[in-house]
């Protein structure tokens, strides 16, 4: 292929995937008002259910706005050839190193795609998620959290730019296998030490307090063998009210995570009903798998990327006039992205799987009622959509619907 055809070839996937995820988001608006499940019914008042009609369809409306505004950004950045125009502009700056040049650029990319986001990220947090009571960010912590992010990310682009392009210029033949071998190194080093390394950058983690809820949650641990040293608390009012858990690590830097909105809002049953689930994830080997799959996939991705780089009309496909891997690199995962998403859908029917065997590892290890109620609860409160369009669900969730999964939660014995 020359060049022309591989720039039309980007310009059809980014239109191709917008209009795919514009059709199945259409669809989902139009499941908003359908009748509720039977089993759903008693979780929202009628006020309430109303609010959370409201609260999604202006999500909808702004997703659709910020959707089209992103897609047209990259329409016209890859039509003009702007990706190209950057390197040159690059390049003349800098020393005429690969190395430094390609992370110069990927870092640029970053900013600058963050940056005109930001317009689109204030409305969601102080207007929308304001308006429906969610929100409690300060301003001032939007923005060191910007400072923050910014810096941790640009850390992470050195660390895995600077490998990936040492390996292509000493082994252009090989340099996949050995990146793989670093990239899974990193990913399971990052799984393992994220909660004690990363979060901690953005909020505080406590210790559980001594307590009934510990007692309990300990008791529980000591049932199912499940040595855990420490539950944590993060302080996730800090910024939402929204509620959430999360496990994390492997061996002894396994972490258990629960948000203080989660204690706040939960009896200490349900929130036992929660770890329950958490451990299930863990005892079902959900944790590992989804580790050894993520690292399998990743390699067939860099697979893919050796048989496609170096190749020269590709960076003239953006409009660059020298051949430079950085240009090659982001055009390749604009063209793998139909094979990205299909493997997401893969993974989310995995999920999916992997949330009902952990809801009836809980079911079956702790009780049934505080692990329904939790469920209902965790839903009203953060205004779930009941009533989700099953292609869209299909696609998108890595949970089941509330809605199914009480209905598997009940039929268990």
């Given at each position: 292929?020359?060049?022309?055809e591989?720039?039309f070839?980007?310009?059809?996937?980014?239109?191709i995937?917008?209009?795919?995820?514009?059709?199945?988001?259409?669809l989902n608006?139009?499941?908003?008002?359908?009748?509720?499940?039977?089993?759903?019914?008693?979780?929202y008042?009628?006020?309430?259910?109303?609010k959370?009609?409201?609260?999604k369809?202006?999500?909808f409306?702004?997703?659709?706005?910020?959707s089209?505004?992103?897609?047209l950004?990259i329409?016209?950045?890859?039509y003009?050839?702007l990706?190209?125009?950057?390197?040159?502009y690059?390049?003349?700056?800098?020393?005429?190193n690969?190395?430094?040049l390609?992370?110069?650029?990927?870092?640029?990319?970053?900013?600058?795609?963050?940056?005109?986001?930001?317009p689109?990220?204030?409305?969601k947090?102080?207007?929308?998620e304001e308006?429906?009571g969610?929100n409690?960010?300060?301003?001032?912590?939007f923005?060191?959290d910007?400072?923050?992010?910014?810096?941790?990310?640009?850390?992470f682009i050195?660390i895995?730019?600077t490998?990936l392009l040492l390996?292509?210029?000493l082994y252009?033949?090989?340099f996949?296998?050995?990146?793989?071998?670093f990239?899974?190194?990193?990913?399971?080093?990052a799984?393992?030490?994220?909660?004690?390394l990363?979060?901690p950058l953005?909020?505080k983690?406590?210790?559980?307090?001594?307590g009934?809820l510990?007692?309990?949650m300990?008791n529980f641990?000591?049932?199912?063998?499940?040595?855990?040293?420490n539950?944590?608390?993060i302080n996730?009012?800090l910024?939402?009210?929204k509620a959430?858990a999360?496990f994390?690590?492997?061996?002894?830097n396994?972490?258990?995570?629960?948000?203080?909105t989660?204690?706040?809002?939960?009896t200490?049953?349900?929130?036992?009903?929660?770890?329950a689930h958490e451990?299930?994830?863990?005892?079902?080997?959900h944790?590992?798998?989804?580790?050894?799959i993520s690292?399998?996939?990743?390699?067939?991705m860099?697979?893919?990327?050796s048989?496609?780089?170096?190749?020269?009309?590709?960076s003239?496909?953006l409009?660059?006039?020298?051949s430079?891997?950085h240009?090659?690199?982001?055009a390749?995962?604009i063209?793998?992205?139909?094979?990205?998403?299909?493997?997401?859908?893969?993974m989310n029917?995995k999920?999916?799987?992997?949330?009902?065997?952990?809801?009836?590892?809980?079911?079956k290890?702790?009780n049934?009622?505080?692990?329904?109620d939790a469920?209902?609860?965790?839903?009203?409160?953060?205004?779930?959509?009941?009533?989700?369009?099953?292609?869209?669900?299909f696609?998108?969730?890595s949970h089941?619907?509330?809605?199914?999964?009480?209905?598997?939660?009940?039929?268990i014995?």
């Open positions: 292929m020359d060049y022309s591989i720039k070839l980007l310009l059809v996937i980014v239109t995937s917008f209009l795919f995820e514009l059709i199945s988001g259409l608006f139009n499941s908003f008002d359908k009748p509720l499940p039977e089993n759903v019914k008693n979780i008042s009628k006020d309430e259910y109303s959370s009609q409201s609260y369809k202006i999500n409306k702004f997703e659709l706005i910020s089209i505004y992103g897609f950004i329409f016209l950045v890859l003009y050839g990706l190209g125009q950057l390197d040159s690059l390049r003349n700056i800098t020393f005429e690969e190395i430094s390609s992370i110069l650029f990927f870092l640029s990319i970053f900013l600058i795609s963050d940056i005109i986001k930001i689109f990220q204030l409305y947090t102080f207007i929308i308006n429906f969610f409690t960010m300060k301003i001032s912590t923005l060191i910007k400072i923050k992010s910014y810096i941790i990310s640009s850390f050195v895995l730019i490998p390996f292509i210029i252009p033949d090989s996949w296998i050995y990146f793989w071998l990239i899974s190194a990193f990913l399971i080093f799984n393992m030490f994220y909660t004690s990363i979060v953005f909020n983690l406590e210790v559980l307090k001594d009934e510990k007692q309990k300990d641990s000591r049932k199912v063998n499940f040595p855990l040293s539950i944590f608390v996730g009012s910024r939402s009210k959430n999360f994390s690590g492997f061996g002894k396994k972490k258990i995570v629960l948000y203080d989660l204690i706040k809002n939960h200490v049953d349900e929130l036992v009903a929660v770890l451990i299930g994830h863990y005892k079902l080997n944790i590992k798998t989804n580790m050894a690292v399998i996939t990743t390699g067939f860099l697979f893919i990327l048989n496609f780089i170096f190749n020269s009309q590709v003239y496909a409009g660059g006039n020298v430079f891997r240009l090659e690199i982001f390749f995962f063209i793998y992205s139909p094979v990205s998403s299909l493997i997401s859908i893969l029917i999920s999916r799987k992997n949330e009902y065997e952990a809801d009836e590892y809980a079911v290890n702790f049934k009622k505080p692990m329904l469920l209902k609860r965790l839903s009203k409160d953060n205004l779930t959509n009941l009533t989700p369009h099953p292609l869209y669900e696609l998108n969730y089941p619907s509330i809605s199914k999964r009480l209905y598997s939660i009940e039929k014995k």
